[in-house]
């Protein structure tokens, strides 16, 4: 690989989300790389929410892994890539040898690049010979793959970006885009500013940032979209409100679905009833998505992630099909994508039951053509297992040999804790990561360093279908490699031809040229960017964001889908699907009488191993919390800001009440993003049930019975440290990252006095160690200065409330900490008023609530535009601009 570095400002796309936003990387010797949004690039013109923001603070080196490691004696030690990769090629040849290629698998994830996803699906399907290659992808976008194929024919999402401006009725299903899709939703937002007429409803069972800013919020009774979408299926067709010629002449089974929606949900009244929402709002709804032409209905994991997803993407595609409202500006179906690349990865078939470049496993000819382009020696002939199903052959023993790949399923998968024995009784497991210690990590035999953002090259293709560019902007670090180098190495090693690529471009060449191979009119995939291919190095390089499909001879991308009314099933016509409503499969009962839902913070992704390494994006949800209605909490005997233990029937986890003010009684709302690293007992994922859509695989991730009791501690405390400390010793903690230091919440049992003070932060001398030590009050205050300079701190509280940290955590940026300071740290409260600014609100410029509530009664701030005009706040991403109106709500009422 090159090791120099490009020219100065690179053009590249963020590692976050679906949305696929490009960025501006400045880089200057010596200096942290300047990030910006892209103007120039479609998805976001520019506009980046705080975790892209924050994407500089996040690139140093520190518990990166740089070297690969194999396992001895029960140690991982260092060794040389040969070492390693023969170690995994080895394992896997003798195991296929053994067993059969059914025998080992591959985990991958929709945060690799489109290049790496290939060669990793070339190399299971074609060579070694199996399906078994699936990705994390399942659980948050194969609801949405089933749907469109049982719908179109193939994984197509019809519309893009600008539908959502154009239209005059946006629908958000199960989509907290002002958290989870920022820039998207401001999009949106800047075009109701521009049209007032325009109209948002959301649907959702909590009350979101995105409710807040919706004109209309269904809170549906968790499970129940298929009722509701059936309803206004039923609702549609009794008031004549279809588009006879677009149904007659392009689509079939109309008749079948429209039976099983009259079945249960012809009735508005029985659907309110059932879903639990206000009738007269509900025909609100169902009145407005009537008599508006252009409607788009988007959905996220709301609607994937659940035992019955595939059949609620079908409900809502049955209501566009009976309108006609697809394939035309400012309507349509719309699938809001979770990952960065999880598109780029159905492309090339890292699901496992697709092919590469949406050909299918089940048909025969498809699958000689795949093996024929590749000239493989053989070629996969049955879906491989699905994630869930993978880790449960770990643990039986019929696959012996995994290797995972950018992902850390011991936290991210259901009934995590079974994966945990799946992998603590595989025979191999090998893993590819960034970072050194991760959850999963901890039952490596093999890992392997791998190149993350900033110094990985290839493509990665957003939620409407445009491939974009991911550039380097870093040299590799240590010895990492690129992943789809790592997995070319292994092929070779097992003898396998076909595996030696120059470089991403010739990948991606490769690619592009097999989605158009044999694709004809016998054998029609809109998935064609043929177009693509041939490129140079150069072009490559130059490569501009583009819209599939792109197909030989085509010199721009395709905005829409669908605009001539032909669909990818052969006749080539859409298909309705009867989509009869089931309840989710585990019911709330005495034992377990709440309903658990997960899900994205606003500043956060996946298991923190990016994010957490940013002192601003940690402020906003510094701690993991379990949201629920007061009333359940009394009943449940737990308190705001107290400990509790979340339990279900497969795990249990630890967490501090919160009440949110947008949960329903009967629900409760737990973060998924705490991992073995950043908390002691908080991954979410051991407590959610193992229950998939039969279709898709998908994982029933916001619907599983749990029950909350207190914790019990008998002390709270927290610490801020420069250097890192060992609380494994204490009943609770979570690490924080701060500003110049580490931060601990602890909450703990037995004695917390000075000497378990000295011994946590390791102080001997008396010299710079000051103290306050209230016994009969229960707190305990202390502080370790070196040269006059704060280098820890520690508050303990046995009753009562602990001091605000966030201007304790001003203090660290102070080379000499005066004695007024001092006096009013150990006094545990702000010099002066307004010195503490509260818990952050605006990440993006670090304004916090007090800040914010004080400027409101200060300045007479009436709107969200006036706090921004008065503090910036909410003037970047916007995704905190829920919160300032909340605020406003609430000082206007006192």
């Given at each position: ?419 945990r024995r799946a992998l603590d009784k595989c025979e191999l497991v090998v893993v590819s990561d960034i970072v050194a210690a991760t959850d999963t990590n901890r039952y490596a035999d093999v890992l392997l360093p791998a190149l993350g953002w900033g110094e990985k090259d290839g493509t990665v293709t957003n939620s409407e279908r445009r491939i974009s560019r991911q550039r380097a902007f870093l040299p590799a670090p240590g010895e990492a490699r690129a992943d789809w180098r790592a997995l070319c190495d292994v092929a070779q090693r097992m003898g396998f031809s076909g595996f030696d690529y120059e470089g991403p471009q010739a990948i ?241 049992r037995g004695a917390a006095h000075a000497q378990w003070a000295r011994t946590l932060l390791k102080v001997d001398a008396e010299a710079g160690w000051i103290e306050y030590d209230d016994a009969g009050a229960g707190v305990y205050r202390a502080a370790h200065l070196v040269d006059g300079r704060l280098q820890a701190c520690v508050f303990v509280a046995r009753h009562g409330v602990l001091p605000p940290r966030q201007w304790l955590a001003g203090l660290f940026a102070q080379e000499t900490l005066a004695a007024g300071d001092r006096a009013t740290l150990l006094a545990g409260r702000a010099p002066l008023a307004g010195a503490d ?58």
């Amino acid at each position: 690989m090159d090791m120099s570095l490009p020219a100065p400002t690179v053009r590249t796309t963020c590692p976050y989300c679906g949305v696929g936003c490009g960025v501006t990387a400045t880089v200057k010797p010596g200096t942290i790389p300047i990030i910006a949004g892209d103007v120039e690039h479609a998805a976001n013109k520019g506009r980046l929410c705080v975790k892209g923001a924050a994407l500089g603070e996040t690139l140093d080196l520190d518990g990166r892994l740089l070297y690969p490691q194999v396992r001895e004696k029960g140690s991982l030690r260092r060794a040389g890539w040969d070492e390693a990769l023969e170690r995994v090629a080895t394992g896997f040849a003798r195991i296929v040898a053994e067993h059969g290629p059914d025998a080992v698998a591959l985990y991958v994830s929709g945060q690799l690049l489109t290049e790496d996803y290939y060669v990793a699906n070339k190399f299971m399907k074609g060579y070694v010979g199996s399906a078994n290659i699936d990705t994390n992808s399942r659980l948050c976008m194969s609801s949405s793959v089933a749907g469109h194929k049982r719908a179109f024919g193939e994984d197509l999402v019809p519309g893009c970006y600008e539908d959502l401006e154009l239209a005059d009725l946006v629908v958000l299903v199960g989509a907290n885009a002002a958290w989870c899709h920022p820039t998207l939703f401001q999009r949106i937002l800047k075009a109701k500013e521009a049209r007032p007429g325009l109209r948002i409803v959301a649907i959702d069972p909590r009350r979101t940032a995105t409710c807040e800013l919706a004109d209309l919020h269904l809170p549906i009774k968790p499970g129940t979209d298929v009722w509701l979408f059936n309803g206004l299926l039923s609702y549609l067709a009794r008031h004549g409100h279809t588009d006879a010629a677009f149904v007659q002449a392009h689509t079939e089974g109309l008749e079948g679905a429209l039976a099983a929606a009259e079945a249960e949900c012809g009735d508005p009244a029985q659907v309110a009833r059932i879903c639990r929402v206000d009738l007269d709002k509900l025909l609100a709804f169902y009145e407005a998505f009537a008599a508006t032409g252009k409607t788009v209905t988007a959905w996220s994991q709301g609607v994937n992630q659940s035992s019955s997803g595939t059949d609620k993407v079908n409900a809502i595609i049955n209501c566009h099909l009976l309108t006609g409202r697809i394939g035309r500006p400012g309507m349509g179906p719309f699938s809001l994508t979770g990952q960065p690349n999880a598109m780029g990865g159905r492309e090339v078939g890292g699901l496992a039951n697709m092919l590469a470049a949406h050909m299918e496993l089940d048909n025969p000819a498809q699958r000689e053509a795949v093996r024929t382009f590749w000239d493989a020696p053989r070629i996969a002939d049955k879906p491989g297992l699905k994630a869930v199903d993978l880790f449960r052959a770990l643990e039986e023993g019929t696959v012996k040999a995994v290797w995972i790949m950018a992902t850390n399923p011991l936290v991210s998968l259901p009934d995590a804790d079974q994966v945990r024995r799946a992998l603590d009784k595989c025979e191999l497991v090998v893993v590819s990561d960034i970072v050194a210690a991760t959850d999963t990590n901890r039952y490596a035999d093999v890992l392997l360093p791998a190149l993350g953002w900033g110094e990985k090259d290839g493509t990665v293709t957003n939620s409407e279908r445009r491939i974009s560019r991911q550039r380097a902007f870093l040299p590799a670090p240590g010895e990492a490699r690129a992943d789809w180098r790592a997995l070319c190495d292994v092929a070779q090693r097992m003898g396998f031809s076909g595996f030696d690529y120059e470089g991403p471009q010739a990948i991606f060449d490769e690619h592009a040229r097999l989605s158009g191979w044999r694709n004809d009119a016998h054998h029609r995939r809109l998935f064609d960017i043929s177009g693509l291919s041939g490129m140079r190095r150069q072009d490559y390089d130059a490569l501009e964001p583009v819209q599939w499909p792109l197909p030989q001879g085509e010199r721009a991308g395709t905005e829409r889908l669908f605009a001539d009314g032909r669909f990818a099933h052969a006749n080539g016509k859409a298909r309705f699907v009867a989509t009869a409503p089931r309840a989710p499969f585990y019911a709330v009962d005495e034992d377990f009488p709440l309903v658990l839902n997960t899900g994205r913070l606003r500043d956060q992704w996946h298991t923190m191993t990016r994010t957490g390494k940013s002192p601003r994006l940690a402020n906003h949800a510094p701690e993991p919390t379990v949201d629920l209605h007061p009333h359940d909490a009394l009943l449940c005997g737990v308190r705001e800001g107290e400990l509790a233990r979340v339990s279900s029937r497969w795990g249990a986890m630890v967490a501090r009440v919160a009440h949110g003010g947008g949960i329903a009684r009967g629900s409760v709302f737990v973060p998924i993003h705490w991992n073995g690293q950043t908390a002691s007992d908080a991954r979410v994922g051991a407590l959610v049930n193992p229950v998939v859509d039969p279709v898709s695989g998908e994982p029933e991730f916001k619907h599983t019975p749990v029950r909350v009791e207190p914790f019990v501690v008998e002390w709270q405390a927290f610490v801020l440290s420069r250097t890192p400390l060992a609380v494994d010793e204490v009943a609770n903690w979570t690490r924080v990252q701060g500003a110049g230091f580490v931060r601990y919440e602890l909450g703990g049992r037995g004695a917390a006095h000075a000497q378990w003070a000295r011994t946590l932060l390791k102080v001997d001398a008396e010299a710079g160690w000051i103290e306050y030590d209230d016994a009969g009050a229960g707190v305990y205050r202390a502080a370790h200065l070196v040269d006059g300079r704060l280098q820890a701190c520690v508050f303990v509280a046995r009753h009562g409330v602990l001091p605000p940290r966030q201007w304790l955590a001003g203090l660290f940026a102070q080379e000499t900490l005066a004695a007024g300071d001092r006096a009013t740290l150990l006094a545990g409260r702000a010099p002066l008023a307004g010195a503490d600014p509260g818990p952050t609100v605006c990440s993006c410029f670090g304004v916090g609530r007090n800040t914010i509530c004080a400027a409101i009664r200060k300045e007479a701030l009436r709107s969200p535009a006036e706090v921004t005009a008065c503090l910036k706040a909410g003037g970047n991403c916007g995704s905190c601009l829920p919160e300032i109106a909340r605020l406003l709500a609430q000082e206007t009422a006192r």
